[in-house]
């Protein structure tokens, strides 16, 4: 299938409208405390989208109303604000800043439905990432669009293995499911690529708990570390990119997060050009013209780029939606299961059946001064993102331990 328009591709034809006229998506995300600025982001991202959906018709005839609830990134809150989206009557509920609060999510979407028959929620999982949410955690009514950890350590270890310069790494991680995947892929990995490389320090930290890292960055210079290892994100990734600035602290870093809003700029600040390296679904200066002009409108409207995971996991419920002619989870769900789209940043995006997690091309990127004709710089710092590798998303597959009760 040939990538049309994105715009396009996003919002398909109506057909006649039902009783409700709404069709309500509750994103319960950080919107306070040490993530907010991560969930205030995503945020954009959904009204943005839905605007756009909303401006072509809608889907079946209603529009989208995205609904806001602060879960504060905390799984006990994200479950208070889960019920009451439920109480107003979403039947798609959004997350993905923190696998803590997906894990808590899925399993309670799970136990609601079963409570509940007809009035079943179905969630989507822009970016919680902890590969057990699609092994042992899997359930039939979490869908997730986003590589999670397994994939893009494998793509960043990949990467890793031919750089000699590699001797010593340390790892330094948030202490809650995902920070502790990454921690264990990365020893795994490395170890299987490239046993030589020492390990010289492992740290695991709260999540959005520290607010100086300079006792962290003391030890990884006092390490000898040639190279850093980190799944961090948000406030956790820019404030110890801060303090190793601070410090003068000369190390590769090797991310999964760097990206994210804030990020950039924490890089930029260390002033090592092309010496932090992320392991993404999108490279912006090297994707197709259509995605760059839809990055280029968001990022004049928002001030930060278009993060694939948010258009991808909206496109594919526009289709959902309106090839089953119905937007109850229970066909949403049936029509998840198995899709094939194309890809916002490129390639073919595909939701395997077994565990309802999307594979999509992979990219390698370092951060530094723009390329002549590169089109995006990030935050206003001068810099941006250069693609220096690629995975083809069939090369991303890898095997699930998933065993999923279905309805």
């Given at each position: ?42 945020l954009k991202h959904f009204h943005y989208l839905a605007d756009q959906i909303n401006a072509a018709g809608g889907l079946n005839g209603k529009t989208i109303e995205i609904v806001a609830f602060d879960g504060k990134a905390n799984p006990q809150e ?138 962290y960055i003391a030890k990884i210079k006092a390490s000898g570390a040639d190279s850093v290892i980190t799944g961090n994100w948000g406030q956790d990734f820019a404030l110890l990119l801060k303090a190793a600035a601070g410090a003068g602290l000369q ?97 073919e995006l595909v939701m395997r059946s077994d565990d309802h997690q999307v594979f999509q091309n992979m990219f390698i990127a370092s951060f530094g001064p723009l390329d002549p004709g590169a089109k995006f710089d990030e935050e206003g710092t001068g ?25």
């Amino acid at each position: 299938m040939k990538t049309g328009s994105i715009a396009a591709a996003l919002f398909l034809l109506a057909a006649p409208a039902f009783a409700d006229d709404t069709i309500k998506i509750a994103y319960i995300d950080p919107l306070s405390g040490g993530g907010a600025l991560v969930g205030e982001v995503g945020l954009k991202h959904f009204h943005y989208l839905a605007d756009q959906i909303n401006a072509a018709g809608g889907l079946n005839g209603k529009t989208i109303e995205i609904v806001a609830f602060d879960g504060k990134a905390n799984p006990q809150e994200s479950l208070i604000q889960a019920q009451k989206a439920a109480d107003q009557g979403a039947r798609i509920i959004t997350q993905g800043a923190g696998s803590s609060v997906a894990a808590a999510l899925s399993s309670w979407v799970t136990k609601y439905n079963e409570r509940n028959p007809g009035k079943e929620i179905v969630y989507l999982n822009y970016g919680a990432i902890d590969p057990a949410l699609t092994n042992d955690k899997c359930a039939y009514w979490h869908f997730r669009f986003d590589a999670h950890t397994d994939i893009k350590m494998a793509a960043l270890t990949t990467f890793m293995k031919d750089r000699s310069s590699i001797k010593k790494v340390y790892l330094i991680n948030q202490d809650y499911s995902y920070g502790q995947s990454v921690q264990r892929d990365a020893r795994a990995m490395l170890k299987e690529k490239r046993p030589d490389i020492e390990i010289v320090g492992d740290e695991l930290h709260p999540l959005f708990k520290v607010t100086d890292f300079s006792p962290y960055i003391a030890k990884i210079k006092a390490s000898g570390a040639d190279s850093v290892i980190t799944g961090n994100w948000g406030q956790d990734f820019a404030l110890l990119l801060k303090a190793a600035a601070g410090a003068g602290l000369q190390t590769d870093w090797y991310t999964t997060y760097a990206g994210l809003i804030g990020g950039p700029t924490a890089v930029r600040q260390t002033g090592l050009s092309h010496r932090v390296f992320v392991a993404s679904v999108y490279a912006p200066n090297t994707a197709p013209a259509e995605a760059q002009a839809m990055d280029a409108d968001f990022r004049g409207k928002s001030g930060t780029a278009l993060l694939p995971p948010y258009v991808n996991e909206m496109r594919v419920l526009a289709k959902a939606i309106t090839d089953a002619k119905a937007d109850d989870a229970k066909s949403i769900a049936a029509q998840l299961e198995g899709l094939k789209l194309p890809s916002y940043e490129g390639g073919e995006l595909v939701m395997r059946s077994d565990d309802h997690q999307v594979f999509q091309n992979m990219f390698i990127a370092s951060f530094g001064p723009l390329d002549p004709g590169a089109k995006f710089d990030e935050e206003g710092t001068g810099w941006g993102w250069k693609t220096i590798g690629s995975v083809n998303g069939a090369d991303t597959v890898v095997s699930t331990t998933c065993k999923m009760e279905r309805p």
